[in-house]
C-alpha cells in the first residue's frame, strides 16, 4: 500500500516560532502537494513539487516556503507562525504524468497561538 | 486562474434518499476529475473521470463527467448513515479541489 506520512498529527506553536511540518512517501512518486484545508473553503492548495528541488507556488503561497532535497520527502516551512495559519495541513503525493489519483497523509492540525 | 466550484456546500438528508453532488471547473490543461469522499482524516479516492459520457458506478455511488459544459456529477442513491462525509471533486494536474460538499445522512 502506497504510505503517506506526515510527522505530527497535531501541533501547537507560538506566534512568531519557525514551524516545520514534514511529509514523506514511500512510492517513488514524483508529485508532492501541500494544502490547508478551512471550514467552508475545501482544500487550498499551498504549493507543489514535480522533482527534487523543483516547487510550484499554488494559490496561497503567502507565509510558506517549500523544500524537496530528496524524492521521498517535502516540506512545509512556516517561517514565521501567525494566528491565521491555524488549520489542518494536508499532504499529498501522485505519480508524474496523467490520470494518476492522490494519495493523502493523515493531516496535522495546526494550532498557533 | 483555474478553479474547481462545488455546490452545494451542505446537504442534509434522509436514509434512502438520493442525492446528486456537483462539480464544475475551468482548468487549464484539464485531463481528468477525480472524486474523493473525506470522513475524519484523509481523503480516500472514489472515482477518475476522463471521459465525457462514460458512467463510473461503484456501489451506490455512480459520477459521470461533461467536459464540453465542464462539469461532473456524484450520484448517491439509498444513501445511508455511513455516507456522511465531506465530498471533494479535484482537477488532475495542479490538482486544484473544490471547497466540498459536506453531507448529513440522517437516520
Known amino acids: 500500500d502506497v504510505k503517506v506520512t506526515q510527522s505530527s498529527r497535531y501541533l501547537v506553536k507560538r506566534t512568531g516560532e519557525k514551524v516545520f511540518l514534514e511529509c514523506v512517501q514511500d512510492?517513488?512518486?514524483?508529485?508532492m502537494f501541500w494544502y490547508r484545508q478551512d471550514p467552508g473553503l475545501g482544500l487550498r492548495l499551498i504549493y507543489f513539487?514535480?522533482?527534487?528541488?523543483?516547487?510550484e507556488k499554488g494559490d496561497i503561497p503567502e507565509g510558506y516556503s517549500v523544500s524537496r532535497e530528496k524524492k521521498e520527502r517535502f516540506s512545509l516551512i512556516l517561517e514565521s507562525a501567525s494566528t491565521n495559519q491555524t488549520s489542518m495541513y494536508l499532504c499529498?503525493?501522485?505519480?508524474?504524468?496523467?490520470?494518476?489519483?492522490?494519495?493523502f497523509g493523515q493531516g496535522t492540525r495546526l494550532t498557533v497561538v | 486562474e483555474d478553479k474547481v466550484v462545488q455546490s452545494p456546500l451542505s446537504l442534509v438528508v434522509h436514509e434512502g434518499d438520493t442525492v446528486t453532488l456537483n462539480c464544475s471547473y475551468e482548468?487549464?490543461?484539464?485531463?481528468?476529475l477525480l472524486w474523493y469522499k473525506q470522513e475524519k482524516k484523509a481523503p480516500t479516492f472514489l472515482f477518475m473521470l476522463t471521459s465525457s459520457g462514460i458512467e463510473k458506478k461503484s456501489g451506490r455511488l455512480s459520477s459521470i463527467l461533461d467536459k464540453k459544459e465542464l462539469f461532473s456529477i456524484l450520484n448517491i442513491t439509498a444513501t445511508q448513515t455511513g455516507d456522511s462525509a465531506i465530498y471533494l471533486c479535484a482537477a488532475d494536474g495542479k490538482y486544484i479541489f473544490g471547497t466540498g460538499t459536506r453531507l448529513k445522512v440522517l437516520a
Open positions: 513539487s514535480y522533482d527534487v528541488k523543483m516547487k
Open positions: 512510492m517513488d512518486h514524483e508529485n
Open positions: 499529498a503525493s501522485t505519480f508524474g504524468g496523467a490520470y494518476t489519483e492522490a494519495f
Open positions: 482548468v487549464t490543461n484539464f485531463r481528468s
